[in-house]
Antibody
Framework: EVQLVEAGGGVVQPGGSLRLSCVAS????????MSWVRQAPGKGLEWVAN?????SERYYMEGRFTISRDNAKNSLYLQMSSLRAEDTAVYHC??????????????WGQGTIVTVSS | QSALAQPASVSGSLGQSITISCTGT?????????VSWYQHHPGNAPRLMIY???NRPSGVSNRFSGSKSGNTASLTISGLQAEDEADYYC??????????FGGGTKLTVL
């Protein structure tokens, strides 16, 4: 069974940092573009970042986050810094068996909750 | 990058057809055939319904179809069923090599 499992969410103060992780199983992780997508409470889906199979290309919605991966550990990461209240959201990792760089996310994790609050 | 424009809500009766629009610009929807549509029941992970404008992943009912004209993409659901009631999101690849989602449309089946 293909599975993405996120971890690392929690409550953090404004201005703080947090590192999310996502472990993949049931697929050959090194073959896939990987993305982070978030959903704030009561809001829609928002793409955050993605990374190429070998890590040589990375694209971001904004500059406070850093995406990385460790193919040996089947793991994806999102380092978030200078966090703001508006970063409060459920963060999903996602990928595609169709066209991972271009969206078409057919594999999603259940998400990890990040709350930025003092 | 601004979110793609979707109607906040649409409704239709059982058995009817509805269409949800997704409007962007020539820098995203109009410039690439990389529009996807997702069905999202709150509490669950989003489900891919259409990719590359009009392709259906395996397992998705042929009641769901996608199209695009200019800067506007559309998702049509025919033969509405109760289980189709959900939030629907479009997304598109963009000229800055990012992905942008629409604001989402809540579908109510009457």
């Amino acid at each position: 069974e293909v599975q993405l499992v996120e971890a690392g969410g929690g409550v953090v103060q404004p201005g703080g940092s947090l590192r999310l992780s996502c472990v993949a199983s049931g697929l050959t992780f090194r073959n896939y573009w990987m993305s982070w997508v978030r959903q704030a409470p009561g809001k829609g889906l928002e793409w955050v970042a993605n990374i190429k199979q070998d890590g040589s290309e990375r694209y971001y919605m904004e500059g406070r986050f850093t995406i990385s991966r460790d193919n040996a550990k089947n793991s994806l990461y999102l380092q978030m810094s200078s966090l703001r209240a508006e970063d409060t959201a459920v963060y999903h990792c996602a990928t595609s068996r169709y066209s991972g760089k271009y969206g078409a996310f057919d594999i999603w994790g259940q998400g990890t909750i990040v709350t930025v609050s003092s | 990058q601004s979110a793609l424009a979707q109607p906040a809500s649409v409704s239709g009766s059982l058995g009817q057809s509805i269409t949800i629009s997704c409007t962007g610009t020539s820098s995203d929807v109009g410039g690439y055939n990389y529009v996807s549509w997702y069905q999202h029941h709150p509490g669950n992970a989003p489900r891919l319904m259409i990719y590359d404008v009009s392709n259906r992943p395996s397992g998705v009912s042929n009641r769901f179809s996608g199209s695009k004209s200019g800067n506007t993409a559309s998702l049509t659901i025919s033969g509405l069923q109760a289980e189709d009631e959900a939030d629907y999101y479009c997304s598109s690849y963009t000229m800055t090599s990012t992905v942008v989602f629409g604001g989402g449309t809540k579908l109510t089946v009457l």
